[in-house]
């Protein structure tokens, strides 16, 4: 049984993981990137799908502004784990974090995605022809739903963050600890 409910703490590593097979190194490298990065996820929209205790899918949606003070989501990273595939775990996932998304009250979801899958939910370019994105991308899967009608009327403009900022992980440095007689290398963040 497939189980979908709000991620916790205990899900990051295992979801990090998850991410990793599926998308690899290049998932930092993407333009969508750039809105998540040293960010964190909007409050109550980071969703785990589960089977057995075993986390086997994600979803994330994130604060972004669609342009000049116009609020919105950006959704993205979206993955189910390769042993689960073709079991509308996706479809669930996709459908929970946007019901979710419109019970808060958010207004309007962009994402960067293949236009085939992404428009079954809703998702098309109609509304995101005078966006842009902070780094290249392909005009065609910029995809945008709006959750209210009209919300992103008039959108224009860059892209850009405005979730929670976290600070950066502070790089760790290696010191020479020295009790006694012994000599042992020690690493700590800086």
Not at 45 to 70: E, K, M, P
């Amino acid at each position: 049984m497939i189980t979908i409910r709000e991620e916790t703490p205990f899900d990051v590593a295992p979801r990090e993981a998850l991410l990793d097979a599926a998308f690899g190194e290049a998932r930092f490298a993407k333009t969508a990137e750039r809105l998540r990065e040293q960010r964190l996820a909007a409050d109550g929209l980071s969703f785990v799908a589960c089977a057995d205790g075993r986390l086997v899918g994600t979803v994330r949606l994130w604060n972004v502004a669609a342009g000049r003070g116009r609020p919105a989501l950006l959704l993205g990273p979206i993955t189910v784990d390769a042993d689960f595939r073709s079991h509308g775990i996706g479809a669930e996932l996709m459908h929970h974090a946007l019901a979710q998304a419109g019970e808060l009250g958010h207004r309007a979801v962009l994402l960067v995605g293949d236009a085939p899958y992404y428009s079954r939910f809703g998702f098309t370019t109609a509304a995101t022809g005078a966006l842009t994105l902070p780094g290249p991308y392909a005009r065609e899967r910029f995809l945008a739903r709006e959750l209210t009608p009209g919300a992103l009327a008039g959108a224009h403009g860059l892209v850009s963050p405005t979730g929670i900022r976290v600070a950066k992980a502070a790089p760790k440095r290696r010191f020479r600890a020295v009790a006694g007689n012994d000599t042992t290398l020690a690493t700590r963040a800086a």
